[in-house]
Structures are given as structure tokens and as C-alpha cells.
């Protein structure tokens, strides 16, 4: 909400790649104690199913929307193509990033399964890293990332997750992201027998497209609820095993949606 107040007053008008015009600041820091709950919006509702689908599809390195739609969510739907493919988006990058070994032979790198290896048997490692930035496959993309890197860090069996996001759509795409990287961060604690401390969240371009102005300024004018809770129902074997039902989040309340259109 401090953000969004701030893009809205403080932020400078900008053109932009949809044509939409937008009000954008640059270089912005949020962070987030988890142990205070699950950072959510409340002051309007998040719908939790994308959320929670989108990231179960990134972690299962698919990047074809009909798996997304045959669970009921269409979020990606406008940049797909006409098969439902948008190229070698997250889910490719994080589970299949293509490079060659020493003798030229062609390999995949998944990096989430190294990410959780190495939080185990290097917790104090600074390289807990996953990039979805890679520059030979933003030509074949849909949509080139926005939130393009994120780093874990152990500390006393505490975790914590540090993301760079270069683009942020403060008003639709932000809470979503957060909510999202949220998750992640549990997830990884869970898998890693570690207890979830910090969610920092790094901002380049932080703008509010000008359609999205009147609904920013309605949103700034509710009061925010306390933060749901999450806790997971069962002992997941893997990072990559986890369903929808696995997510317990209690007490989200919050206020009535606020719908914007989407710039693309």
C-alpha cells in the first residue's frame, strides 16, 4: 500500500511498450516478516487459485496455458499462442535452461532441484540462485520476465528470499508476484525442515498504468485486515510434488475485488 501511494503521488509519466502510459518510479525495496503472516493484500481480494496454480505449473516446468486453463485459470491466456505455447518462459527457465557441457553436448539445468540441494548440504552458500533472465531466449518468449531473479539465504535454520523484479504492474501484477514469492519461500522452508523469516522484494520499473489510477486511489481508501496464516496439510516428498490442496491458508479476509483492465 506505501508504494502504491508513493507511485501514484510521487511517480513521473512515462510511455511505455503497450501504449497504455503509465506513472513510474525506479528503484524501490519492500520486505516482509513472515512470521507476522502470509503478505497478502487484503484492501481488495487476491484470487489465491491463480496464485497458487501459477506456481505449482512454473515449478513443473511447463509453459503451455492449457494446463493453466484446465484448472480454471486463464491468467496467461493473452500471450499465448494459437497452440497455448509462450515459449521458454519461467517454468522452461527454472526447470530447463538449456546450455552445453564441457565436450559441446547439449544439457538442460534444473535449477530449482540444485537450489534445494545446495540449501541442504550449503545452507550458508551465496549462491542460492535462480534467473529466468537468460538472453538467448528472450527473442523466443511471449513475454520477457519481470521478476527475473531471486536469491535464498540461511541463517540459524532461518530462510529468507531476496527477488529482482525489473517490471512491476504496482497495481495488478505486485501483490500477485508477492503472494506468489511468498509461497515459494514456505515451500523451500518446508522442504528444507527450515523456518520462513523474510520475503525482500527489489523493484526496477515500478508503474501504474494510467487506467489503473481510479482503482488505486479506491483501494488506498480501505483499511487492511491482519495477514492469513499458511500452514501445509500434508509432508510433501519434493518441491515438485506439491498439489493444490496442500496449501492451508486461514483467515483471509479481506475486501471486495477491484477489477483493472490488463496492459499487454
Same mark, same amino acid.
Given at each position: 500500500?506505501?508504494?502504491?501511494?508513493?507511485?501514484?503521488?510521487?511517480?513521473?509519466?512515462?510511455?511505455?511498450?503497450?501504449?497504455?502510459?503509465?506513472?513510474?518510479?525506479?528503484?524501490?525495496?519492500?520486505?516482509?516478516?513472515?512470521?507476522?503472516?502470509?503478505?497478502?493484500?487484503?484492501?481488495?481480494?487476491?484470487?489465491?487459485?491463480?496464485?497458487?496454480?501459477?506456481?505449482?505449473?512454473?515449478?513443473?516446468?511447463?509453459?503451455?496455458?492449457?494446463?493453466?486453463?484446465?484448472?480454471?485459470?486463464?491468467?496467461?491466456?493473452?500471450?499465448?499462442?494459437?497452440?497455448?505455447?509462450?515459449?521458454?518462459?519461467?517454468?522452461?527457465?527454472?526447470?530447463?535452461?538449456?546450455?552445453?557441457?564441457?565436450?559441446?553436448?547439449?544439457?538442460?539445468?534444473?535449477?530449482?532441484?540444485?537450489?534445494?540441494?545446495?540449501?541442504?548440504?550449503?545452507?550458508?552458500?551465496?549462491?542460492?540462485?535462480?534467473?529466468?533472465?537468460?538472453?538467448?531466449?528472450?527473442?523466443?518468449?511471449?513475454?520477457?520476465?519481470?521478476?527475473?531473479?531471486?536469491?535464498?539465504?540461511?541463517?540459524?535454520?532461518?530462510?529468507?528470499?531476496?527477488?529482482?523484479?525489473?517490471?512491476?504492474?504496482?497495481?495488478?501484477? %505486485?501483490?500477485? =508476484?508477492?503472494?506468489? /514469492?511468498? *509461497?515459494? #519461500?514456505?515451500?523451500?522452508?518446508?522442504?528444507? !525442515?527450515?523456518?520462513? +523469516?523474510?520475503?525482500?522484494?527489489?523493484?526496477?520499473?515500478?508503474?501504474?498504468?494510467?487506467?489503473?489510477?481510479?482503482?488505486?486511489? %479506491?483501494?488506498? =481508501?480501505?483499511?487492511? /485486515?491482519? *495477514?492469513? #496464516?499458511?500452514?501445509?496439510?500434508?509432508?510433501? !516428498?519434493?518441491?515438485? +510434488?506439491?498439489?493444490?490442496?496442500?496449501?492451508?491458508?486461514?483467515?483471509?479476509?479481506?475486501?471486495?475485488?477491484?477489477?483493472?483492465?490488463?496492459?499487454?
Amino acid at each position: 500500500m506505501t508504494l502504491l501511494k508513493f507511485v501514484l503521488e510521487q511517480g513521473s509519466e512515462r510511455e511505455d511498450r503497450t501504449g497504455t502510459g503509465t506513472l513510474a518510479t525506479f528503484g524501490n525495496r519492500l520486505e516482509f516478516d513472515l512470521s507476522k503472516g502470509l503478505p497478502i493484500v487484503t484492501t481488495k481480494k487476491i484470487h489465491l487459485h491463480s496464485v497458487i496454480h501459477e506456481l505449482l505449473w512454473f515449478l513443473s516446468g511447463d509453459s503451455n496455458v492449457k494446463t493453466l486453463q484446465q484448472k480454471g485459470v486463464t491468467i496467461w491466456d493473452e500471450w499465448a499462442d494459437s497452440n497455448g505455447d509462450l515459449g521458454p518462459v519461467y517454468g522452461k527457465q527454472w526447470r530447463k535452461w538449456e546450455t552445453t557441457n564441457n565436450r559441446d553436448e547439449k544439457i538442460e539445468i534444473d535449477q530449482i532441484k540444485n537450489l534445494i540441494e545446495t540449501l541442504r548440504t550449503d545452507p550458508y552458500s551465496r549462491r542460492h540462485i535462480v534467473s529466468t533472465w537468460n538472453v538467448g531466449d528472450l527473442n523466443k518468449m511471449a513475454l520477457a520476465p519481470c521478476h527475473i531473479l531471486f536469491q535464498f539465504y540461511a541463517q540459524n535454520n532461518y530462510l529468507s528470499c531476496q527477488i529482482y523484479q525489473r517490471s512491476a504492474d504496482i497495481f495488478l501484477g %505486485l501483490p500477485f =508476484n508477492i503472494a506468489s /514469492y511468498a *509461497l515459494l #519461500t514456505h515451500m523451500v522452508a518446508h522442504q528444507t !525442515k527450515m523456518t520462513p +523469516s523474510k520475503l525482500i522484494w527489489v523493484g526496477g520499473d515500478c508503474h501504474l498504468y494510467k487506467n489503473h489510477i481510479e482503482q488505486a486511489r %479506491l483501494q488506498l =481508501n480501505r483499511k487492511p /485486515y491482519k *495477514l492469513p #496464516t499458511l500452514s501445509f496439510r500434508r509432508n510433501v !516428498k519434493d518441491i515438485f +510434488s506439491y498439489v493444490f490442496n496442500d496449501f492451508d491458508i486461514t483467515n483471509y479476509k479481506h475486501h471486495e475485488l477491484i477489477r483493472a483492465p490488463i496492459a499487454i
